[in-house]
């Protein structure tokens, strides 16, 4: 069956530095989305991407956050500066189409800033 | 008032039991509403999904919509213990490019003893 896989599992990195997580959404879906949970906090959406540009964010998705859909599988969250506080499960998840609304989310990356 | 509430539990109850979540929400223009099971520190795992109001029965699951109310279940039947996990409740409005962004709740956390 067809899945979401998210790359690394786990990223530790100093605060201040740049880290890109990458996912492979499910080939023949349209949608993706990124969203996060910090540890005993519900999941929260941060973008949602369609036909190569962002079609909505959250406030947490400030300058800093940047999506990127490089080639015709990959879908990546770049952070550029990374703070204590981004320090948490990033998920990426990803829709069929219109008429298909069921997010289907990968395994998520944890992200630790030191 | 929170977009979404949900009992964060823990529910604990005896292998077989009918197990029953709940979730309740503000937001009128909420139309499609979803059930994740989550592992601990895993990604959430699609259970249900319906639209507007209504039922839906899927095994052991049924997922249940009462939009006046404007409250969701998700029943479990005959519960076994691998079925401990959290389960989130997840809904989202329609917009330009189909429905929207998840909205989550906390998440309640069920424990099935055997």
């Known amino acids: 069956e067809p899945e979401v896989t998210q790359t690394p599992s786990h990223q530790v990195t100093q605060m201040g530095q740049e880290v890109i997580l990458r996912c492979v959404p499910i080939?023949?879906?349209?949608?993706f989305y990124w969203y996060r949970q910090i540890l005993g906090q519900k999941v929260e959406f941060l973008v949602s991407?369609?036909?190569?540009?962002?079609?909505?964010k959250s406030e947490i998705f400030d300058d800093q956050f940047s999506v990127e859909r490089p080639d015709g599988s990959n879908f990546t969250l770049k952070i550029r500066s990374t703070k204590l506080e981004d320090s948490a499960m990033y998920f990426c998840?990803?829709?069929?189409?219109?008429?298909?609304?069921?997010?289907?989310f990968g395994p998520g990356t944890r992200l630790t800033v030191l | 008032q929170k977009e979404v509430e949900q009992d964060p539990g823990p529910l604990s109850v005896p292998e077989g039991a009918i197990v029953s979540l709940n979730c309740t929400y503000s937001n009128s223009a909420f139309q499609y509403f979803m059930w994740y099971r989550q592992y601990s520190r895993k990604g959430p795992e699609l259970l249900m999904y319906t639209y507007s109001s209504g039922n839906k029965e899927d095994g052991r699951f049924t997922a249940q919509v009462d939009k006046s109310s404007k409250y969701i279940s998700l029943f479990i039947r005959d519960s076994q213990p691998s079925d401990s996990a959290t389960y989130l409740c997840a809904m989202s409005a329609l917009g330009n490019t189909g429905f929207q962004k998840l909205v989550f709740g906390t998440g309640t956390r069920l424990l099935v003893s055997p």
């Open positions: 991407f369609y036909n190569n540009e962002i079609s909505e």
């Open positions: 998840a990803s829709r069929l189409g219109l008429a298909k609304n069921e997010q289907f």
């Open positions: 080939s023949n879906h349209l949608y």
